[in-house]
């Protein structure tokens, strides 16, 4: 439901609601409702705000935006709504789980779509070399705001603790890039398995951190210490490095 003042974008925002729950229901499990809405309303709260099987949207500005406000608060009823993550004590679980999703989602839908758009086409762009990253970097760069100056927070913090710049660069942001890591470890199939059990699993039964490690534990028959002792309880840094290549004939 949409008003004048955004409607030529908002002319497809059912396609964008169709890719939402298509995607999320191939990576999560499937959406169980018969219906989700999306509403062009006033609104403080960033971008838009997510209620059970609703979203209230802000002004977007392009179609881009617009399309990934509605894939992330259409997320929602997966991590908040149906799994039922406390997002007081643990909002990782639910904004930052999500964030990994629509990650998954701008990189999948908009694989050729640069960090700064057109910008990066112009001198600036060219000045900084901006034009060979994708937009999907956007979440380690958010996340290495507060990094570079060891201002960053663990993963696994309150949102009653959080400084206002790592709510944003840890809770969304690392997490998003910390499961993107997981996932190249497991590879998109297994991931998607894990994740999907993980939902059969825990669905309306309020998870906790060490039921999620459980879960994709078992699903995976992977030790994932690292993931969640080092990257998710600890603030130590990201810093994964290439150690060896294998140089084929070609």
């Known amino acids: 439901m949409f008003t004048n003042s955004e409607g030529n974008l908002w002319k497809n925002s059912i396609k964008y609601m169709n890719d939402a729950i298509y995607y999320y229901s191939l990576w999560n499990g499937d959406y169980p409702y018969k219906h989700c809405t999306a509403v062009d309303g006033t609104i403080s709260a960033a971008g838009g705000m997510e209620y059970p099987n609703i979203t209230v949207i802000g002004a977007s500005g392009n179609a881009f935006q617009l399309d990934v406000v509605i894939t992330h608060e259409v997320g929602h009823n997966w991590f908040y709504g149906m799994l039922g993550s406390n997002e007081r004590v643990h909002p990782w679980m639910d904004e930052g789980l999500n964030s990994f999703n629509e990650l998954r989602y701008v990189r999948t839908k908009y694989p050729e779509r640069k960090l700064l758009g057109n910008v990066t086409d112009r001198v600036i762009g060219k000045a900084f070399d901006l034009s060979r990253y994708k937009q999907h970097i956007q979440y380690y760069l958010t996340y290495l705001v507060s990094a570079a100056k060891n201002e960053d927070q663990p993963i696994e ?5 959080y400084t206002e710049l790592n709510y944003a660069g840890i809770v969304y942001s690392k997490t998003a890039v910390v499961f993107d890591y997981l996932m190249a470890y497991l590879g998109e199939e297994q991931m998607n398995k894990a994740m ?38 600890s603030d130590k840094k990201l810093d994964y490095k290439v150690s060896f290549v294998h140089k084929n004939k070609d």
């Open 196 to 233: 999907r059990d993980y939902f059969d699993k825990w669905h309306f039964k309020h998870p906790q951190p060490a039921d999620l490690k459980a879960s994709l534990e078992q699903s995976t028959g992977k030790n994932l210490d690292w993931l969640f002792k080092d990257l998710i309880n």
């Open 157 to 161: 913090t309150p949102s009653y603790d």
